[in-house]
């Protein structure tokens, strides 16, 4: 077989390949520390690419990007949004400080090494660990009005020095807020965590803590009323005396016919009670009430879980404390914001665009949705139109641009797409039955769109990563690297020295800050193991989405400034 011949048929083999290879690459582990399926893909692209030249059509690659880019800017436009609010001044500034700080060391580096636009972009990309920077610069870099044979010279530096200083990118970080800052600035990272975990579980709410209890243990019981120190009793007095173990009443039966449930319902004796909670509840004395029967009609409730997003005004802003006291029947199970899994502690603010994992009885949960915002939409279904219509608007606004010399000044079709996913993703949270895309849908947009998009570019530079590495030497690949690791440490540096002595904010959560402004997923789940604590994340999730958009708008910025010196 002329496997030359067969890759040039079907050069779709050579895309899934580097995807298969680049996973496998992607799971070697080093201690704790591994390369990821992204880099993984590009290493193992460029490596095929280096023996085949498959010939990939290139809007191929671009309507993948395309995919990711706003898929992304969809999922992190909720938090984006509800971020610009005067109590997150501290994180916000933290966060430009990070990714302006990067921006300038990748401009002073490439500026003092001269490096070319292409290799500038992928030192931005690898070094800040963004791998959508790599897309938007190759992309900007497209739009140069230089010859076609330089832009693809050019674009295939940029892979090749992303590669190079990624992996810093990621352990260089790590190894800085988890190690290095906390032993010079003596951090105790248990101890400061334990101390805001305790003053994030100070509430007002009596025992609002139990509302975060898992849902598992819980049981059904009916009683038949008898006891005179229940009769006359109401609802809510009943509900209040065995709250911890958040005891509730499902169900109430007077003369043969089930009655609605309100706070102020008065029981009466022959009355039939269902009651839901805690088994460690019934012991406690609610068998009192009367002797216990075995009814289906009475203890048949149907009990589900559902994910219900925040999007009503009344309850962002308020804490899972305060709204703990509308969690009668339910159980909350975990809170998601963005990609981050939140602590669940009562002090812990409601952000618009935030999912709760709530499980109980139908009632109970549709009471619920009505209060916080509304269910998640069909998960089998997206809004492909509106995914299409928004892809398209955003190309439209990539085309208003102003050229000086054979530099454009523009978003760029990348960054337009980003913007628009960006708004997309709020204007759903507040019109949730136009342009839905489930969670599971912008997941996998995310994943394939950057991972084709990854592959088909270490495929297209791999027949010229030999001869640059040639050509640059072992000088050339030192001097990236040593750039790699200014450009990683400088923006966090930055960011310790104004959130810490500056905005004087709490040293653990101003690590987290770090690590989420920089977009590194790595760096939290490292920052909660040392912590033992998942109390971290609630500093991470702002600075994350606010990263998310600048450090992607950076590639077109570093391709237009390299100009200037080339």
Same mark, same amino acid.
């Given at each position: ?24 690459? *992607? ?8 390369? *990821? ?509 606010? *990263? ?19």
């Amino acid at each position: 077989m002329d496997i030359h011949k067969l890759v040039h048929d079907h050069p779709e083999i050579t895309i899934f390949f580097s995807i298969f290879v680049g996973h496998l690459i *992607g799971k070697i582990k080093i201690g704790h520390f591994s390369l *990821g399926s992204v880099v993984g893909t590009l290493l193992a692209g460029l490596g095929v690419g280096v023996f085949f030249v498959p010939d990939i059509p290139e809007i191929l690659r671009w309507a993948f990007f395309d995919l990711f880019l706003f898929a992304i800017g969809y999922s992190v436009g909720p938090q984006f949004f509800s971020s610009l609010k005067k109590s997150a001044l501290p994180q916000i500034i933290i966060a430009v400080t990070v990714n302006v700080g990067g921006l300038l060391a990748v401009i002073a580096c490439a500026w003092a090494l001269r490096f070319d636009t292409g290799t500038s972009a992928g030192l931005l990309s690898g070094s800040l660990t963004q791998s959508a920077a790599l897309g938007t610069g190759i992309s900007a870099i497209h739009e140069l009005n230089i010859a076609t044979p330089e832009k693809d010279r050019l674009s295939a530096n940029v892979p090749i020095a992303d590669a190079m200083t990624y992996i810093f990118g990621d352990v260089g970080l790590i190894l800085l807020l988890v190690v290095i800052l906390p032993a010079i600035f003596k951090i105790d990272l248990k101890k400061e965590s334990a101390e805001l975990e305790k003053a994030m579980f100070k509430d007002g709410s009596a025992d609002s803590e139990s509302f975060f209890k898992t849902a598992n243990k819980e049981t059904l019981r009916a009683y038949v009323v008898k006891n005179p120190e229940f009769v006359g009793k109401t609802v809510s007095e009943i509900e209040t005396k065995y709250y911890p173990d958040r005891l509730y009443v499902e169900k109430i039966q007077r003369d043969g016919k089930l009655t609605t449930i309100s706070p102020e319902f008065v029981l009466n004796e022959g009355d039939i009670i269902t009651f839901g909670g805690w088994r460690t509840g019934f012991i406690q004395g609610i068998d009192k009430i009367g002797p216990e029967i075995d009814s289906h009609q009475m203890l048949s409730v149907d009990y589900s879980e559902r994910k219900i997003f925040v999007s009503n005004k009344e309850v962002e802003g308020k804490t899972l404390g305060e709204l703990a006291k509308n969690g009668r029947g339910l159980f909350l199970k975990k809170i998601m914001r963005g990609p981050v899994e939140m602590p669940l502690v009562p002090k812990l603010e409601i952000h618009h665009g935030d999912i709760l994992y709530l499980m109980g009885s139908t009632e109970n949960l549709n009471r619920a949705t009505k209060i916080v915002g509304f269910a998640e939409p069909d998960p089998q279904k997206s809004d492909l139109a509106f995914l299409a219509f928004c892809v398209c608007l955003g190309t439209l606004f990539g085309l208003l641009s102003l050229h000086i010399g054979d530099v454009p000044l523009g978003l760029g079709s990348s960054g337009s797409i980003l913007v628009v996913g960006l708004i997309a993703g709020w204007a759903q949270k507040r019109f949730p039955h136009v342009g839905a895309i489930p969670e599971s849908a912008q997941r996998i947009l995310i994943d394939i769109g950057l991972i084709v998009f990854i592959a088909v570019v270490g495929l297209k530079a791999g027949p010229n990563a030999v001869e640059a590495i040639k050509t640059g030497g072992i000088l050339m690949v030192a001097k990236i690297l040593l750039a790699g690791m200014i450009c990683t440490l400088v923006g966090p540096i930055l960011g310790f020295i104004v959130g810490r002595f500056i905005l004087k904010q709490n040293a653990a959560m101003t690590l987290a800050s770090l690590g989420g402004a920089q977009t590194a997923m790595p760096s939290l789940n490292a920052l909660q193991d040392a912590s033992g604590s998942k109390i971290l994340a609630t500093a991470f999730t702002l600075p994350y989405a606010i *990263g998310n958009i600048l450090l992607t708008l950076w590639g077109p910025v570093i391709v237009a400034l390299s100009r200037m010196w080339q």
